[in-house]
DNA sequence: GTATTCTATACTGTATACAGTACGAAATAC
DNA sequence: GTATTTCGTACTGTATACAGTATAGAATAC
């Protein structure tokens, strides 16, 4: 079955809006965006207003489509969000899960092992971050919880690309820590190292968040940070 | 500032969905749609694309939208978010929130007590329920989180409507209870009742169902209950 | 009578045209 | 020089036309 003209409008400019290739703040060129993407103006439309309905980019009546901004209190308000699905997956998973289901991901935690040969870039790191986080959910059987936990997590994917820098340490042992837990049915333990896994302070956000500007706008055109919204809390 | 067409349409749709005057199953005429809506077929389908995105209604490529079925599983997955949701809320409410703001969740629920003289239709108390949940979950203070809890009220309305028949004894009592714990800053037993109150058997689920289906075609022209999905669990 | 193919219809998917409005730039007043 | 109004442009919002395809019904074969 073909995927339909909108699905593909949708999925590319979902991922223009993940990695801001639209700048943040700025009204979206139907026209000029139908072109560039080889389509018409009317499935364009319909494609935008999915992901507005789903939080990847703006709607204002009248004035069309606008690239959302970066907010610290979206962020901070989708983290936690991540904290509560994450934990509430996390103990019917812990309750329920199959211990081969487990193994599987404790293979994959091995597989992705940062050794000395091991020379992951970022991209590849936040994608094992994000899949991890995701197939241990997804145990839980719930796809409403699962498809949520996916659109929030692309949706603060230019933030951990950032966050990530400085965690990257951590972020492993942490990951087999959590997951240890879990396979030893310790579910107040799981959870009490998930929340402090996923757990950020405003300030951090805060931070990251003029650092992802930063890099927006390394190459040339700074014109002016008004896209970024509450950089003080 | 107008609200905008498509808005319009929006929450139309949106209430068709809700109480299912739209068939479950039932593939959605566009132009016998838009008609009756009064509008053109654009700024439907663009609508129609919202709701979609939102869970609301279901999309097939090629054969158009279709009025989402009546699922065991979605509804038992839609209520497990809600507790995953409600019960994070809950803790940061119990931690942050203040007196006064509680206060007046009480003084609702107090105003909206079903004494002898009360006589509260079904849709007041389904609404008044929503309302209870809503307003406490917002003191937490998370946008996304309140809309998406939000969301998934709408989504559930239909099953609550049925559900309610036989709790609306407990939910009140249930209610108040809930709300002492958390003025009394006691987030354990808080959390525990709010379990509690939510939680649902899938089999309580199942019953629900049938006899939502069996309302939906009452009056008249009975075909065939092949909208409803996984009777059995 | 049942199954299968063909055909007509009706609906979706998309392009496009047009109307109305928001926005910016130029011109004027002060 | 600054503020304000006017005007032109360009973009959004919506209707509509057309093309392609799914679907149902009729006709035919078995």
């Known amino acids: 079955m073909g995927k339909g003209r909108v699905e593909t409008l949708y999925f590319a400019l979902r991922q223009m809006s993940v990695n801001f290739s639209l700048r943040p703040g700025e009204r979206l060129n139907e026209v000029a965006l139908a072109r560039q993407l080889g389509a018409s103006r009317t499935p364009l439309r319909e494609a935008l207003n999915r992901l507005a309905a789903e939080g990847f980019i703006d709607f204002e009546p009248g004035r069309g489509f606008i690239c959302r901004k970066l907010s610290v209190r979206e962020v901070d308000d989708l983290y936690q969000m991540r904290i509560a699905l994450e934990i509430y997956a ?25 050794g000395e040969s091991g020379g992951w870039t970022l991209e590849d790191v936040v994608a094992f971050d994000e899949y991890f986080h995701e197939t241990l959910a997804a145990l839980a059987g719930n796809k409403e919880l699962s498809s949520t936990l996916k659109n929030i997590n692309a949706r603060i994917r230019f933030f951990r690309w950032v966050d990530m820098e400085e965690r990257r340490p951590r972020t492993q042992h942490e990951h087999r820590e959590i997951l240890e837990a879990v396979i030893a049915r310790d579910g107040e333990l799981a959870v009490e190292l998930m929340e402090r896994h996923i757990d950020r302070r405003s300030s951090q956000i805060a931070d990251a968040l003029k650092e992802c500007y930063a890099k927006l706008f390394l190459d040339g055109d700074f014109t002016e940070p008004s896209f970024i919204e509450e950089v003080s809390i």
């Open 90 to 114: 996390l103990r019917l998973v812990v309750a329920n899960a199959a211990d081969d289901a487990l193994g599987e991901i404790a293979g994959f935690l091995d597989r992705t092992r940062e």
